[in-house]
């Protein structure tokens, strides 16, 4: 589970001193158990497809405060953001590069028999299904909207 390799390298993180990690890795525990929480409520448990949601999430967001401390003129809190996307990204699967996005969206059009705009939602739904975690799906929507028109 990725739960416990983000555990495990806290605890390397902390005989290593490494306080950046050590730091965001708490951060990631935090926002964890939260959503923990949230979802009893719910009646669900966490799985790992949540937990590589919440992930991209937080990196999405440390992704626009980079955009702007840049624009402040904040070279210091730039730098700290971008040690914290990295090490979240770790327990990212790898992303797939554009050429296999655009293999995987003609793979779906083709399952799909997607012909027009209407169908481009079956073509999402088919992408996020096998893909999750894997590629960026606001890219991939302008891709397969660019292909479908």
Same mark, same amino acid.
């Given at each position: %589970? ?16 490494? @306080?950046?990690? *050590? #730091?965001?890795?708490?951060? *990631?525990? #935090?926002?964890? $158990?939260?959503?923990?929480? @949230?979802?009893?409520?719910? =009646? $669900? ?5 949540? /937990?590589?949601? !919440? ?8 992704? &626009?405060? /980079?955009?702007?401390?840049? +624009? ?5 809190? *730039?730098?700290? &953001?971008? @040690? &914290? !996307?990295? /090490? !979240? ?7 797939? #590069? ?12 083709? &399952?799909?028999?997607?012909?027009? %705009?209407?169908?481009? =939602?079956?073509?999402?739904? !088919? ?11 606001? +890219?991939?929507?302008? %891709? /397969?909207?660019?292909?479908? #028109?």
């Amino acid at each position: %589970m990725i739960r416990d390799d983000i555990n495990k390298a806290l605890t390397e993180a902390m005989k290593a001193k490494n @306080e950046r990690a *050590v #730091s965001t890795l708490r951060m *990631v525990n #935090s926002t964890l $158990k939260n959503a923990d929480i @949230e979802a009893r409520t719910t =009646g $669900k448990a966490l799985d790992d497809a949540a /937990v590589l949601s !919440i992930l991209q999430k937080m990196i999405k967001q440390r992704q &626009e405060s /980079v955009e702007m401390y840049k +624009k402040g003129n904040r070279a210091d809190l *730039v730098k700290q &953001e971008e @040690e &914290e !996307i990295a /090490v !979240i990204s770790a327990y990212l699967p790898k992303q797939m #590069s554009d050429a296999e996005v655009a293999a995987a969206i003609d793979a779906a059009i083709a &399952e799909t028999g997607a012909a027009g %705009m209407k169908d481009m =939602g079956k073509v999402i739904g !088919i992408l996020r299904g096998k893909y999750a975690g894997q590629m960026d799906f606001g +890219k991939a929507s302008g %891709m /397969v909207k660019a292909k479908l #028109s």
